[in-house]
């Protein structure tokens, strides 16, 4: 009977983390999420700095692979002062954004006063 029991216990263990690991996987999202932190020239006016944020918040309606974007930076670390992060609807919405007409759209008001930057693509 003891034998009987801890070989329930532990068939009742696997299906457990068997459902429990599928439920992780079903709720995880597809999507890709592009963070970017940001270092802005010494000579970046804030009204241009703030230009460049409202532009990357503007993305979701100017190409449709990017789904929502934050570029409120409540902490940052080192040298960066913002970080942007923008949530792409697949991966291959994240590379067909590269070079794209809303990428170079964006990056005229970016790039000139960007001193550098670091990005980060990460996914399930």
């Excluded at 999202?29 to 970046?44: F, G, I, L």
């Excluded at 006016?45 to 460049?52: H, S």
């Excluded at 974007?69 to 994240?94: C, N, P, Y």
């Amino acid at each position: 009977m003891k034998k009987f029991l801890v070989t329930l216990l532990a068939a009742g263990l696997l299906a457990f983390s068997a459902v429990h690991a599928s439920a992780q996987s079903e709720a995880a999202p597809k999507s890709v999420m592009h963070v970017v932190t940001v270092s802005w020239k010494a000579d970046a006016k804030p009204e241009q700095i703030q230009a460049a944020l409202d532009g990357a918040q503007k993305l979701p309606s100017a190409y449709k692979g990017i789904t929502r974007v934050w570029a409120k930076t409540i902490k940052a670390q080192g040298d960066r002062t913002h970080a942007i992060a923008m949530e792409f609807a697949s991966e291959q919405a994240l590379k067909d954004y590269t070079g794209s007409d809303a990428q170079k759209e964006w990056y005229k008001v970016y790039l000139p006063i960007r001193e550098r930057s670091t990005t980060f693509d990460v996914t399930n």
